[in-house]
Every structure is written in C-alpha cells, then in structure tokens.
C-alpha cells in the first residue's frame, strides 16, 4: 500500500471514529446517563481537559431541566438534546420569547422561566486564568447598580456634536467598541464600556463595569480571556448578559437580531424601565423611533421629560 493510500485510509478511519463517537455523546446525552457523559465528550473531543468536560456535562444538565420545564408548560413543544448547546439554549429561549409576548402565565411557566434563568446565569463567570482577578455581575444584578441613575449611551456619532460636557453629566455614561475621548465632543467620563466578542485591542481604560457581547458562549469567554485586564474594571458582566436578545425577559420575537452594540443595550435598558433618564447621543435615531420618547438634535431620549422609573 502506497503512502497516499496508507494516508487516506487513517483519515477515512479516523473521521469514522469521530462520528461515531459524536453518536455516542448524543446517545448518553438524549438518556440523561450522566456518568458516562464526561468520558463520552472527551472521546468525541480528544483535545478537551477534564474540566472543560464537566463544564460542559454540567451545561447540558441545566439544559436538559430547562427543556423539560418548558415541555411541562407547553406539552407540543418537542426540542431534541444536541450537541451545539448554543443552538439548543436558542430554541429554548424562543419558546419562551413567544410565550411571554402571548402573555403566558401560570405554575408550569413560571417554572420554566426561571430554570431558563438559572441556565443563563449559571456556570463560571470567567475563564479561570482571571476568574479570581475578576467580579461578575448578572443582567439583574447591573440593573440593580445602575437603578434610579441618570443614563447616557455614546454612539460613533458624537463628533461635533459639542455635547461634551453634558455627558459627563450623566450619571451612568456607557461607550461601546474602541473609545476616542475629547472633552469638547465626547466627554471623558465612562462608567460602562461594551465591547464586542471578537479578537481586538487589550481593554485598558479604567471603568466601573466591563460588558462582552457575544453570541456563542466560546467566543465570549476568549473575549474575556484575551482582552480583559485585571484591575481595568470593577466588576464584568457574566453570561446572562452576553446576549440579551435571547433571553426573553428582556427580548420580544420581532426584536432585530442584527441589531448594534448601542441597540442591544438600549433596548434592555428600555424593558428594565429602572432609570428616569436614557439618553443616547450620536446615534441614528431612526433605529430607535419605536421607544423613543423625543428627539432632540442628537440626543434620542428614551423617557419622557420628569418621568419616575418605575
């Protein structure tokens, strides 16, 4: 036998091992035989470490009593365990989405409400390089810090705006992505700084509370492996808010999910109704014209005027 063939040969065989051992996760993980679930992943993903296993045994567990709470609440919903946990918290989440836009209530949704939290919040809030450099705060728990605060979002369009100094009135000012600061236009007061799952520069500007979005739970945590530095923020936002379109708390089925940084985060603000003022500058307004409540110039104001949060 040539080298070639000898070559196509273990290829072929080891593609086969593969899917047969993707088969077997799938097959312990549909009959919940949760001992056998770690060995069962680390055949199908050889290069994985003890712990990445358990993390990932201990996910698909939350998952599973998420999807039998939602069945119990919705009999016709039929969700099959997979393997790509991401896609399969999606399909719980809008389930949920759609239940709480028809105003579905009682014991059984409830239930199935908070075991969809408990998955979303649950697990470790940092990779454990800095996990110990680092406090992680929940969607709730941010909600609570920033309540019954004066708010401001700075979008890529504040430059000669001169709005500057009105900022860093604010009390709560929140940037996204690479921050250019200037008194005149920008301010230089930031509070909260977002950033967007992907590779890019080290996050060292000095904030109270760092957010990663990502979609993909692996790409928040490379995120936050990579780019946070211990020390540049007080606390960092965990999974919960990595996504907020898909939790259904804070997300409705026609929400835009190509929406932008600044979108995402003005529409939880909206639904949380926590702060009397939630203002955004340097934005484009038409985005925003279906919670706006008036537009001044370039300042989309969410509130109206003297309003109280609620």
């Not at 919940?32 to 990445?52: C, G, L, Q």
């Not at 759609?98 to 697990?123: K, M, P, S, V």
């Not at 000095?206 to 990579?226: C, F, P, S």
């Not at 996504?243 to 003005?266: G, K, M, Q, T, Y």
Request: proline fraction near 4%; hydrophobic fraction near 45%.
């Amino acid at each position: 036998m040539s080298s070639e063939s000898a070559q196509a040969t273990t290829g072929f065989r080891e593609r086969v091992r593969a899917r047969l051992a993707r088969r077997r996760l799938l097959r312990v993980l549909k009959h919940r035989e949760w001992d056998h679930v770690e060995r069962a992943y680390r055949e199908a993903k050889p290069s994985a470490s003890i712990t990445e296993a358990r993390r990932w045994r201990s996910r698909a567990a939350r998952l599973t009593a998420a999807s039998r709470a939602v069945t119990a609440a919705d009999p016709a919903f039929r969700h099959r365990p997979s393997l790509d946990l991401d896609a399969w918290e999606s399909a719980l989440g809008a389930r949920l989405a759609t239940a709480l836009a028809t105003n579905a209530d009682g014991a059984a949704w409830r239930e199935a409400f908070a075991a969809y939290a408990g998955e979303l919040a649950d697990g470790p809030a940092a990779p454990a390089e800095i996990a110990q450099e680092l406090r992680s705060i929940s969607v709730d728990m941010w909600r609570n810090r920033i309540a019954d605060r004066t708010v401001c979002l700075v979008g890529d369009g504040v430059a000669g705006l001169g709005l500057g100094e009105r900022i860093d009135a604010y009390d709560v000012v929140v940037r996204f992505g690479d921050i250019e600061l200037d008194a005149v236009d920008t301010g230089t007061v930031t509070h909260v700084h977002v950033i967007r799952g992907t590779d890019g520069p080290r996050a060292t500007l000095e904030v109270d509370t760092r957010i990663v979005l990502a979609r993909r739970v692996d790409t928040w945590t490379k995120t936050v492996a990579g780019r946070l530095v211990p020390g540049a923020q007080s606390v960092v936002g965990d999974r919960s808010i990595r996504w907020p379109l898909r939790d259904p708390r804070l997300a409705r089925p026609d929400d835009h999910e190509a929406a932008s940084d600044i979108e995402l985060v003005a529409r939880v603000l909206d639904r949380y109704d926590a702060n009397p003022v939630i203002d955004l500058v340097g934005v484009d307004s038409e985005a925003f014209r279906d919670i706006a409540r008036a537009i001044d110039g370039g300042v989309v104001s969410l509130r109206t005027p003297g309003r109280a949060a609620r």
